[in-house]
Nanobody, 122 residues
Framework: VQLQASGGGLVQAGGSLRLSCAAS????????LGWFRQAPGKERGFVAA???????DSADSVKGRFTISRDNVKNTVNLQMNTLKPEDAAVYYC?????????????????WGQGTQVTVSS
């Protein structure tokens, strides 16, 4: 199984970025998917999750600004990030699991991507 994240970069506060994660080697349409992030000196934390049926949830800190989506034809999971703030700067990881609750409530996953850096300048 491989999860390949891309789309990170440097953006000014208030700007937008779109992260994408391409998956291979798993039954994508049956998998729950998510995004996590880890800033320097902090633990990895939940950002957003999407179930196999398309239901979504996100952390309070990003609600209304970030949107997770999935494409079961292209086997990708995306994170549209708008109105970025300096505190959103982190390495972002995509994740996949058989169980939605594992990603959403336990902060765990069966598979992890390699991470993509997001830097937000003030």
């Amino acid at each position: 199984v491989q999860l390949q994240a891309s789309g990170g970069g440097l953006v000014q506060a208030g700007g937008s970025l779109r992260l994408s994660c391409a998956a291979s080697g798993l039954t994508f349409s049956s998998s729950a998917l998510g995004w996590f992030r880890q800033a320097p000196g902090k633990e990895r934390g939940f950002v957003a999750a999407i179930s196999r049926g398309g239901g979504t949830d996100s952390a309070d800190s990003v609600k209304g600004r970030f949107t997770i989506s999935r494409d079961n034809v292209k086997n990708t999971v995306n994170l549209q990030m708008n109105t970025l703030k300096p505190e959103d700067a982190a390495v972002y990881y995509c994740a996949a699991a058989r169980e939605y609750s594992k990603i959403r409530y336990r902060g765990e996953a069966d598979y992890w991507g390699q991470g993509t850096q997001v830097t937000v300048s003030s």
